[in-house]
């Protein structure tokens, strides 16, 4: 799970005791799975952790860490390297862009995994990618396609042939893909 290194524990301990409130530290990863991920680490009073909320207990603090986050929060770790100018915590979080998916990952994060590590890196060979705008209560997939695909002569085929067909094979619960891309813009597409 993540580790907290002593060097961070004992600085995230001096920052608690300057707080005028009592408080503990809450991490979360936001827009976790996609290429937008960041790790944040806040003040958290009492009243601010969720019921549902992993919690690991340090000599001075409480560690809360979002349910949702866990899986993305996998080999993650929180430093603080001490330097000529104070130092800086430094929090390595490799799972928060595309995580180890176990089977009770939820659906917003199986779709993405499939996208991220599978789908783009061969859109990627034509400047494109593609990204989950949401998934519908009816299980539809929307997705909004960038970069070289956007415009692109071939975006059906490749939407229809390639992501639909893979998608539906991983994550068959899903009912279907669309697509809300503003196709008119051919500026950077790879076919024209």
Same mark, same amino acid.
């Given at each position: ?39 944040? /680490? +806040? ?5 601010? !952790?969720? &019921?549902?909320?992993? %919690?690991? @207990? ?64 061969? /859109? +990627? ?5 593609? !990204?989950? &705008?949401?998934?519908? %209560?009816? @299980? ?53």
């Amino acid at each position: 799970m993540i580790n907290v290194t002593a060097t961070a524990e004992e600085y995230l301990s001096k920052l608690i005791g300057k707080k005028d409130f009592p408080c503990d530290i809450r991490i979360f990863v936001s827009d976790p799975g996609t290429p937008k991920a960041e790790t944040c /680490l +806040a003040f958290c009073k009492a009243e601010e !952790h969720q &019921e549902s909320d992993l %919690k690991i @207990k340090f000599s001075k603090f409480d560690l809360y860490i979002e349910e949702r986050s866990v899986s993305f929060l996998d080999d993650a770790e929180v430093n603080y390297d001490k330097d000529n100018f104070g130092g800086q915590l430094t929090i390595k979080a490799p799972s928060a862009r595309v995580p180890k998916i176990g089977d009770d990952a939820t659906l917003e994060d199986r779709v993405n995994y499939v996208l991220y590590d599978e789908i783009n890196p061969q /859109l +990627a060979s034509h400047g494109g990618n593609v !990204h989950l &705008e949401e998934i519908t %209560k009816d @299980k539809m997939v929307i997705l909004q396609f960038g970069g070289g695909c956007q415009g692109c002569g071939m975006v059906d085929v490749t939407l229809k042939e390639g992501i639909e067909k893979t998608l539906l094979e991983k994550i068959p619960e899903i009912k279907g893909i669309r697509d809300v891309t503003d196709h008119t813009n051919t500026e950077n597409a790879y076919y024209k």
